[in-house]
Nanobody, 124 residues
Framework: VQLQASGGGLVQAGGSLRLSCAAS????????IGWFRQAPGKEREFVAA????????YYSFSVKGRFTISRDNAKNAVYLQMNSLKPEDTAVYYC??????????????????WGQGTQVTVSS
């Protein structure tokens, strides 16, 4: 199983980026796919997730209204569209696949498969 996150980069505050997460050896429709991020010196935190069964998206309070998670069934891929980026969004972003219960969607250690991370840097 391999998850590949891509699309990070350097952007000015107020700009946009779209992250992609593709998988091999794993079919996304059987999992909840989450995006997490980790800034230097901070713990990994939940950003967004998409629960395939039911087609439900979840967002952290800090990104709700700015970020949108979406899927492409044909490509077995998940995307994170990030708009109105802020310097505090700077972090390494990871995609992960797991089967957490609904109430634990935001818990990183309930995701068993992780990608390598992609750096997002937002300058002020």
């Amino acid at each position: 199983v391999q998850l590949q996150a891509s699309g990070g980069g350097l952007v000015q505050a107020g700009g946009s980026l779209r992250l992609s997460c593709a998988a091999s050896g794993l079919t996304f429709r059987s999992y909840t796919i989450g995006w997490f991020r980790q800034a230097p010196g901070k713990e990994r935190e939940f950003v967004a997730a998409f629960r395939w069964s039911g087609g439900i998206a979840y967002y952290s309070f800090s990104v709700k209204g700015r970020f949108t998670i979406s899927r492409d069934n044909a490509k077995n891929a998940v995307y994170l569209q990030m708009n109105s980026l802020k310097p505090e969004d700077t972090a390494v972003y990871y995609c992960a696949a797991g089967r957490p219960i609904t109430s634990a969607t935001m818990t990183p250690n309930l995701y068993g498969h992780w990608g390598q991370g992609t750096q997002v840097t937002v300058s002020s």
